[in-house]
């Protein structure tokens, strides 16, 4: 039997964090959500999700720093992570790489095959079960 994996969201723009919560819960993940830096870490620390996608400009603590943060821990630095991000600075990816993320989505994200973007960090067990 398949158990989807949990996913926490750490997105500070009400629009985008409603957007991608309805998404994955359609797809039948459970997500739980943080609007702010601070709130996401601990988030992290306190119940690991198996999966987190992570806005860079956040409140309180940047992505970045939750990326180099959770890395640097051992229990936590195998948890997938994703950064969603509007930034379009030149060499934005590369920085977000560097410190520490899996991948990069550029917003705004797109509906039909965002969900498809993230379940290829997840393990086949850990996917959702869902007619394709």
């Given at each position: 039997m398949r158990?989807?994996?949990h996913i926490l969201l750490i997105e500070d723009d009400v629009a985008s964090r409603e957007l991608i919560?309805?998404?994955?819960g359609a797809f039948g993940y459970p997500t739980t959500a943080a609007a702010?830096?601070?709130a996401g870490l601990a988030a992290i620390r306190h119940d690991p999700?198996?999966?987190?996608?992570?806005?860079i400009q956040l409140p309180l603590l940047d992505g970045r720093e939750i990326a180099r943060r959770v890395k640097a821990e051992a229990a936590l630095r195998t948890i997938p992570l994703i950064?969603?991000?509007?930034?379009?600075?030149?060499?934005e990816r590369?920085?977000?790489?560097a410190a520490g993320?899996?991948?990069y989505?550029?917003?705004p994200i797109t509906p039909e095959t965002f969900v498809a973007e993230i379940e290829a960090f997840l393990p086949a067990a850990q996917r959702a079960a869902r007619a394709r």
């Open positions: 158990t989807p994996a919560l309805y998404l994955l702010d830096g601070v999700p198996d999966l987190v996608i992570c806005d950064a969603v991000t509007a930034s379009a600075m030149v060499g590369q920085s977000v790489l993320f899996d991948a989505i550029a917003k």
